[in-house]
C-alpha cells in the first residue's frame, strides 16, 4: 500500500538540519519580500522557521527588484498566486498607488510594508507601527508621556505615526530639520529640534523614551551614535533603537551603561514580521521561534 507522504518532519525546531524538513510540492504556498538589494534579510529565516514549528506547507523567499520592476513583480504576484508579500527600501512608497485597497495604518503613513489578499482584494497594510509599538510593549514599556523620536527618514513616519496614536507627546530631532517639520506636520507633534546635544539636553528631563530612528550606528560604522545627552534622562527612561546590524549599538551599549532600560531592533522586526505572518496565514505567529530564529 503507498504511504502518503510524511510531513510531520516539517514540526522541527529552530535550527534543525535543513535535510530532514520536507521539500516544496505541488501545495506549497509561497510569500515572500520584495527588496532591493535584499540579501541581508532575516525575514527568511524568520518566517520560515514560523511554517517549519507549525507544520505549514509554506515557503518565504527574497526576490531582488529593481524600482523599475516593482509593478511587473506585483502583476507576477497576482497572476501566480503568491499569498503575500513584504517590501522593503526602496518600495514601501512606491507600491501605494499599486495597491486595490490600504489599511488605515498604510493610508496614514504613505508606505506599505506587507501584502495579503483580502476578498480577491491587494490590501495594502504598514505592520511597522504597530509591530514597533508591540516590541516596547513586550519588553515592558507603557505608552505614554514624553517621547523623543531621532530621525526623520521612512521608520521615523511609522514611528512617529504609532507614538502619537498611542497618546504620547513627541519631539522629533533630525539632522535635516525640513524633514522633522514635514512629520511634525503630517502627524502633529509637539516640537521638532536639530540633532545636537546642547539643543536637546534641556528635554532629556521629561523624557520617557528615546527612539533612534536615524542610521547612524548601523555597520560598517558601529562606532557612531546619535548626539543625543542619555546621561540627562531620568534613571527609568528607555531608550529604543531601530538599527538592528549590530543588535547592541553604541547608543544601546551607553545606555545600559548609564542604568537606562533598552529595547533593540530586533523586537520590532520580528512584531512587523508576526502581524504580517497572521494576515498571510490567520494563525497566531509563534513570536519566540521567530525571534530565536533571527538572534
Ligand atoms: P532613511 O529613510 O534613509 O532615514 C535615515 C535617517 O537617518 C534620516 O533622518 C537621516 O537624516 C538620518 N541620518 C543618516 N545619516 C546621518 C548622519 N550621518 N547624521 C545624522 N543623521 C543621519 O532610513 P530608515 O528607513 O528610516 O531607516 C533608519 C534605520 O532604521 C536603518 O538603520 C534601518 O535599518 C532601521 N530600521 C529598522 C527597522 C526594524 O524593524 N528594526 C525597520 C525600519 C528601519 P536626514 O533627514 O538629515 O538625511
Given at each position: 500500500m503507498d504511504s502518503a507522504?510524511?510531513?510531520?518532519?516539517?514540526?522541527?525546531?529552530?535550527?534543525?538540519?535543513?535535510?530532514?524538513c520536507p521539500l516544496p510540492d505541488a501545495e506549497t504556498q509561497l510569500v515572500g519580500v520584495l527588496g532591493y538589494?535584499?540579501?541581508?534579510?532575516l525575514s527568511p529565516v524568520m518566517h520560515n522557521a514560523a511554517f517549519r514549528h507549525l507544520g505549514l506547507n509554506w515557503v518565504y523567499l527574497a526576490f531582488e527588484v529593481p524600482p523599475p520592476s516593482l509593478p511587473d513583480a506585483l502583476r507576477g504576484m497576482r497572476a501566480l498566486g503568491i499569498r503575500g508579500l513584504n517590501l522593503t527600501i526602496p518600495h514601501k512608497e512606491a507600491a501605494v498607488p499599486l495597491m486595490d485597497t490600504l489599511t488605515p495604518d498604510a493610508q496614514a503613513i504613505g508606505a506599505v510594508n506587507t501584502l495579503y489578499w483580502h476578498q480577491w482584494q491587494l490590501v495594502g497594510d504598514n505592520t511597522d507601527a504597530a509591530g514597533f509599538l508591540r516590541a516596547l510593549q513586550a519588553a515592558g514599556w507603557q505608552p505614554g508621556g514624553q517621547v523623543l523620536v531621532l530621525g526623520a527618514g521612512g521608520s521615523a513616519r511609522a514611528v512617529v505615526y504609532a507614538l502619537k496614536k498611542a497618546g504620547c507627546r513627541v519631539a522629533i530631532a533630525n539632522r535635516t530639520l525640513a524633514r522633522a517639520q514635514l512629520l511634525q506636520q503630517a502627524f502633529g507633534t509637539e516640537q521638532v529640534l536639530p540633532l545636537e546635544s546642547q539643543a536637546l539636553r534641556p528635554l532629556m528631563p521629561t523624557v520617557q523614551l528615546v527612539v533612534n530612528?536615524?542610521?547612524?550606528?548601523?555597520?560598517?560604522?558601529?562606532?557612531a551614535m546619535p548626539p543625543?545627552?542619555?546621561?540627562?534622562?531620568?534613571?527609568d527612561a528607555w531608550v529604543c533603537d531601530l538599527v538592528y546590524r549590530p543588535v547592541q549599538t553604541r547608543l544601546l551599549q551607553t545606555a545600559h551603561q548609564l542604568g537606562l532600560r533598552t529595547v533593540d531592533g530586533l523586537g520590532m522586526l520580528v512584531h512587523q514580521g508576526a502581524l504580517a505572518f497572521e494576515h498571510w496565514t490567520g494563525q497566531p505567529a509563534p513570536i519566540e521561534v521567530m525571534e530565536q530564529a533571527i538572534r
Open positions: 507522504p510524511d510531513r510531520t518532519l516539517s514540526t522541527t525546531n529552530v535550527g534543525a538540519d535543513l535535510r530532514v538589494p535584499v540579501r541581508h534579510s530612528c536615524t542610521s547612524l550606528g548601523m555597520e560598517p560604522a558601529s562606532d543625543v545627552p542619555l546621561d540627562a534622562l531620568p534613571r
